[in-house]
T-cell receptor, first 115, second 114 residues
């Protein structure tokens, strides 16, 4: 069965510093990968997704993610964080093999920003 | 403005009571979804509907029921059979019933048991 692991429950970075949030997946075939962001008490917003092609994916709000098959990873990056980036981030993997399509979400990484 | 609305924002349930969470969208999307989110956990799919008058169980459908009589609306009922209903409930929609399509989420309803 497929699974998603986000090793870091909390991450704290200073405003203006670079950011990398880790995501590892377990899936036999080429996965469909997503990153979502959730502000406190709100719904989720899609940051970016990867299905195929260029392994470096650009998303909204200045985020990017790189798919590395050899490492089963899809880490999210941002060169310079802003205080408004403080939120919870979810990595997800999709299985679309048959009628039983599903998306599996990781448990999330909460990002804290120091002024 | 187009979007997804969920009401109420907070809902309290007494033991043995059924409660219904509302989800409405004006995005003209065919597919709608209900997720449950617990602290420190990812989202888990409860039910989804790819088209009006049709819906399928997700991973944790026990103790929940849904209906999809209108394209715009996908209410979720938390029944008394759901023994641990306290959670944050998120509704989402997408253009079509393909999970590769971007899902747009509502602001959520927090359900608390008294």
């Amino acid at each position: 069965a497929q699974s998603v692991t986000q090793p870091d429950i909390h991450i704290t970075v200073s405003e203006g510093a670079s950011l990398e949030l880790r995501c590892n997946y377990s899936y036999g075939a080429t996965p469909y990968l997503f990153w979502y962001v959730q502000s406190p008490g709100q719904g989720l917003q899609l940051l970016l997704k990867y299905f195929s092609g260029d392994t470096l994916v650009q998303g909204i709000k200045g985020f990017e993610a790189e798919f590395k098959r050899s490492q089963s990873s899809f880490n999210l990056r941002k060169p310079s964080v802003h205080w408004s980036d403080a939120a919870e981030y979810f990595c997800a993997v999709g299985e679309f093999m048959n009628r039983d399509d599903k998306i599996i979400f990781g448990k999330g990484t909460r990002l804290h920003i120091l002024p | 403005d187009g979007g997804i609305t969920q009401s109420p924002k907070y809902l309290f349930r007494k033991e043995g009571q059924n409660v219904t969470l509302s989800c409405e969208q004006n995005l003209n999307h065919d597919a709608m979804y209900w997720y449950r989110q617990d602290p420190g956990q990812g989202l888990r799919l409860i039910y989804y509907s790819q088209i009006v008058n049709d819906f399928q169980k997700g991973d944790i459908a026990e103790g929940y029921s849904v209906s999809r009589e209108k394209k715009e609306s996908f209410p979720l009922t938390v029944t008394s059979a759901q023994k641990n209903p306290t959670a944050f409930y998120l509704c989402a929609s997408s253009i079509a019933g393909d999970l590769r399509e971007t899902q747009y989420f509502g602001p959520g309803t927090r359900l608390l048991v008294l």
